[in-house]
Each structure stands twice: as structure tokens, then as C-alpha cells.
């Protein structure tokens, strides 16, 4: 539809009472969220594949059970996605960074909560 004829709908709806209509303004992207800095995520995320590692070895005797390892799996996707985005984060209003920040203590809890739901 062009705007002719939106104007053309517009003037109809005024002229019989109805609710005023405005034209679309432009959608102006929202701000970016927080500062993110590329140097920093590759450290986050070098923390979160040792956190992985350690939880393995350690936790598990190098035995990860099956769906434990694609829950953690599945967070290291998602967290070198946040580092490889940063940016695009940002423009849809996501602290990139602090999510980032948040996946060690999102592993150590999947570890926690594991451990507790198998518990005999």
C-alpha cells in the first residue's frame, strides 16, 4: 500500500470520528546496552572452556554423563556467540558482556543442580 492511500484511509477515519491515526515514525534503534570489548571476551571465554575442563576432570573422573555434557556444550556455543556478536547484542538491547560474565556461574549451577537430582 502506498502512502497515498494510507493518507487517503487516514482522512477517512478523521472525517468520521474515528480514532486519529498517525503516519509511521522512524524506527530509530535503541541505544546499546553496557560497554563490550572484544579483548575481554576472549579471556571470558577461555574461563569458561577451562571451567568446562575442570568440571570434567575433576567433578567427573574425565566422564562428563551424556546429557550434562550438551548442557555445557551448548553453553560455550551460546557464550562464543555472545563474543562474536557483541555488537548485534547490543542493537537488540542485550549486555552482551554481562551475559559473558554470567556463563561460568550458569555452568557451575547445571554442574549443581546435576549433582543434586543424582544424588542416591
Not at 579483548?39 to 567433578?59: K, M, Q, Y
Not at 566422564?63 to 556444550?73: E, G, K, N, Q, R
Not at 560455550?76 to 560474565?101: P, Q
Amino acid at each position: 500500500m502506498d502512502l497515498e492511500a494510507i493518507f487517503g484511509i487516514r482522512a477517512k477515519l478523521v472525517g468520521s470520528g474515528a480514532a486519529s491515526f498517525s503516519p509511521p515514525q522512524e524506527v530509530v534503534p535503541p541505544p546499546a546496552v553496557g560497554v563490550f570489548s572484544s579483548s575481554e571476551s576472549g579471556p571470558l571465554l577461555t574461563r569458561l572452556r577451562d571451567e568446562v575442563a575442570h568440571v570434567e576432570n575433576i567433578d567427573f573422573g574425565g566422564h562428563l554423563p551424556h546429557p550434562l555434557a550438551h548442557v555445557l556444550a551448548d553453553a560455550v556455543v551460546i557464550a562464543e556467540s555472545y563474543a562474536a556478536n557483541l555488537e548485534l547484542e547490543a542493537a537488540r538491547g542485550w549486555d552482551a558482556m554481562k551475559l559473558l560474565r554470567g556463563m561460568v556461574p550458569y555452568v557451575r549451577r547445571c554442574v549443581e543442580n546435576w549433582k543434586a537430582m543424582n544424588r542416591t
